[in-house]
């Protein structure tokens, strides 16, 4: 079955300090992995494609294939990275056709 | 940036009767998408649109569900006769050919009453 698991509904930290938002994935193939982000009152939008394997905003995440993670990272958060993150995994053959969401995590970023 | 467009941004009826939710996607994308997110809950597919014809549905999009492109510009999400469990927020979303980056709408958030 195809599932993407995000296990924390919140994570609130101090501006500056480190961030890692989880998501394990549960594929039988090999599927491409995204994260998006929804900022308040503002639409889904693209943060970063496992493919590309660029840093945006100065978040990054790396494809653990052994560990089936994708877990989203940033070395000092920012009061402006307060939105909610979700990880998304598409079926490579597929393309785009759909995309799987996890649950999603809200981050707070506290001055 | 170009943008999907979505009306209404709230919708509100009865149950069993009949809603549709449009989209504007962007101008030169080929391909198509629903998405809802009951709240508290994460955003599901729902259908996919290539070529005039469906490509994906989920097991949500069953025959109540429609989709349609009717003319060059807007795609169009129609539920025959609402229930109560359809209130969510419904995104839509296109995509260019070769495409990087799948563009979403502001939703529709649909309240059947």
């Known amino acids: 079955a195809q599932r993407v698991t995000q296990p924390e509904k919140l994570l609130s930290v101090f501006k500056g300090a480190p961030v890692e938002l989880k998501c394990n994935y549960s594929?039988?193939?090999?599927?491409?992995l995204f994260w998006y982000v929804q900022y308040s009152r503002q639409r889904l939008q693209l943060l970063l494609r496992?493919?590309s394997r660029e840093s945006i905003k100065g978040f990054t995440a790396d494809l653990n294939k052994g560990e089936t993670s994708f877990h989203l990272k940033k070395p000092f958060a920012q009061e402006e990275d307060s939105a909610m993150y979700y990880c998304?995994?598409?079926?490579?053959?597929?393309?785009?056709?759909?995309?799987?969401f996890g649950a999603g995590t809200r981050l707070a970023v506290h001055p | 940036e170009p943008e999907v467009t979505q009306t209404p941004s709230h919708q509100v009826t009865q149950m069993g009767q009949e809603v549709i939710l449009r989209c504007v996607p962007i101008?030169?994308?080929?391909?198509f998408y629903w998405y809802r997110q009951i709240l508290g809950q994460k955003v599901e597919f729902l259908v996919s649109?290539?070529?005039?014809?469906?490509?994906?549905k989920s097991e949500i999009f069953d025959d109540q569900f429609s989709v349609e492109r009717p003319d060059g510009s807007n795609f169009t999400l129609k539920i025959r006769s609402t229930k109560l469990e359809d209130s969510a927020m419904y995104f839509c979303?296109?995509?260019?050919?070769?495409?990087?980056?799948?563009?979403f709408g502001s939703g529709t958030q649909l309240s059947v009453l």
């Open positions: 998304a995994l598409t079926p490579v053959s597929g393309g785009y056709n759909k995309l799987i």
């Open positions: 594929y039988s193939g090999s599927p491409e």
């Open positions: 496992h493919i």
């Open positions: 101008s030169n994308h080929l391909y």
């Open positions: 649109f290539y070529n005039n014809e469906i490509s994906e």
């Open positions: 979303a296109s995509l260019g050919q070769g495409g990087e980056k799948l563009f």
